[in-house]
């Protein structure tokens, strides 16, 4: 398995405002992906991170809202721009290693917009 | 599409007896199946996974799941509760060759002493 941190593991933000959140891995792994779980809810895919190209987003999620990098094979971020309360939520980036069809997780980023 | 349903919002059970969380799955074709456990403040940790072989899988912590294709299931159980089982539990659906997975609603375990 992977060993994946993130940063920040929480924050509280004014809306109107923009907060990028940081994926690391500690190996090279060909998928990573961005997850959304609301206050009390399932996790929602939101995109796949591919790198050197666009991410891949789900239906009802843009990248205006949800800018996402991947400048290398081991890192990847997610920004939540012009937050709202709405976008409250737990963020969790995920891999996929190359060998596998399982996803391992990070500890998340619990983002709480006031 | 695929989806996954878990009719169990809630479970509480008892410490050492056993349990079962119930999943239901639908997709078109063979499926990769998980389950995840959630505790509180933490990330997701993969308990076990079913790619194709034997249908009893055993995962980590002592749980096993079962696939059974005539009913789209995948049960977790686990003979023996512990204090420390108490969490959240996701079943998830995946396509054999593509990147997506997707979420059941969730069951959250409450162990009583």
């Known amino acids: 398995s992977a060993v994946i941190s993130q940063k920040p593991s929480r924050d509280i933000c004014q809306r109107g405002t923009s907060l990028t959140i940081q994926c690391q891995v500690d190996?090279?792994?060909?998928?990573m992906f961005w997850y959304r779980q609301q206050p009390g809810q399932s996790l929602t895919l939101i995109a796949t991170?591919?790198?050197?190209?666009?991410?891949?987003?789900e239906s009802g999620f843009v990248i205006d809202k949800f800018p996402i990098s991947r400048p290398n094979l081991t890192f990847s971020t997610l920004t939540v721009s012009n937050m709202s309360p709405e976008d409250s939520s737990i963020y969790l980036c995920?891999?996929?290693?190359?060998?596998?069809?399982?996803?391992?997780f990070g500890p998340g980023t619990r983002l709480t917009v006031t | 599409a695929q989806s996954v349903t878990q009719p169990d919002i809630h479970i509480t059970v008892s410490e050492g007896a056993s349990l079962e969380l119930r999943c239901n799955y639908s997709?078109?074709?063979?499926?990769?199946l998980f389950w995840y456990v959630q505790s509180p403040g933490q990330g997701l940790q993969l308990l076990l996974k079913?790619?194709?072989?034997?249908?009893l899988v055993q995962g980590i912590k002592g749980f096993e799941a079962e696939f059974k294709r005539s009913q789209s299931s995948f049960n977790l159980r686990k003979p023996s509760v512990h204090w420390s089982d108490a969490a959240e539990y996701f079943c998830?659906?995946?396509?054999?060759?593509?990147?997506?997975?997707?979420f059941g609603g969730g069951t959250r375990v409450l162990v009583k002493p």
């Open positions: 995920s891999v996929r290693p190359s060998s596998g069809g399982e996803q391992y």
């Open positions: 190996s090279q792994v060909t998928m």
């Open positions: 991170a591919n790198q050197g190209s666009e991410a891949t987003y």
């Open positions: 997709y078109g074709a063979t499926p990769y």
């Open positions: 079913y790619f194709s072989g034997d249908t």
């Open positions: 998830a659906v995946g396509a054999a060759a593509g990147n997506k997975l997707t």
